[in-house]
């Protein structure tokens, strides 16, 4: 079945390490993003991509960072200099590069960061 | 003023009844709107899409969309417990990215 694989479910993080969060996708859906969920907030978008070796910021890209070398990948470090990590990270697919968002998101099952 | 903007609740409604959520957007181009639920630790599902002006119904489920009025709402017929969730609103917005509403709490008691 086509799908958006979110690892690992649940993450722990030390003070001042880099975590990577994986996002993978067989939906060979051009457009990828991810956002960040703050309990009893909603969606605050961090980074995208249209498409492949291009990703954009989003409103909270500070902290964070982002490849894309494959159509079905798009991983998110967050790194040291974020300050305040802890939060349900989720990812996200759409079809079509352009008029992706005309379609609606497809989302992963999230993965929950935690700072120890 | 928040592009997308929903009432928080919870709203609390008994099994059987209509649930009517509601969710207004501040950006006049948008074309493409989406309701989604989210249960409580797990991520969003897409429920309901519209694009024109109108209703449009799934089940029991109905969007109806007011671009004039920049409002949109989502009504839940028969509610049951199961409807439980947070339902956010997301609206399309510049370079084809969805924006987000903070999502109105349902609770349906039985």
């Known amino acids: 079945d086509g799908g958006i694989t979110q690892s690992p479910k649940y993450l722990f993080r030390k003070e001042g390490q880099n975590v990577t969060l994986s996002c993978e996708q067989n939906l060979n859906h051009d457009a990828m993003y991810w956002y960040r969920q703050d309990p009893g907030q909603g969606l605050r978008l961090i980074y995208y991509s249209q498409i492949v070796n291009d990703f954009q910021k989003g409103d909270i890209a500070e902290g964070y960072s982002v490849s894309r070398e494959k159509k079905e990948s798009f991983p998110l470090t967050v790194t040291s200099a974020q300050k305040n990590p802890t939060a349900f990270y989720l990812c996200?697919?759409?079809?079509?590069?352009?008029?992706?968002?005309?379609?609606?998101?497809?989302f992963g099952s999230g993965t929950r960061l935690t700072v120890v | 003023q928040k592009e997308v903007e929903q009432n928080s609740g919870p709203l609390s409604v008994p099994e059987g009844a209509i649930a009517s959520l509601n969710c207004t957007y501040s950006?006049?181009?948008?074309?493409?709107f989406f309701w989604y639920r989210q249960y409580s630790g797990k991520s969003p599902e897409l429920i309901m899409s519209?694009?024109?002006?109108g209703d449009k119904e799934d089940g029991r489920f109905t969007a109806q969309l007011n671009k004039a009025s920049q409002y949109v709402s989502l009504l839940i017929r028969d509610s049951q417990p199961s409807d439980s969730a947070t339902y956010l609103c997301?609206?399309?917005?510049?370079?084809?990215?969805?924006?987000f509403g903070a999502g109105t709490i349902l609770r349906v008691k039985s």
């Open positions: 996200a697919s759409s079809r079509g590069s352009g008029g992706g968002s005309a379609y609606g998101y497809t």
């Open positions: 997301a609206v399309n917005s510049v370079a084809n990215k969805l924006v």
């Open positions: 950006d006049r181009v948008s074309q493409s």
């Open positions: 519209i694009y024109s002006n």
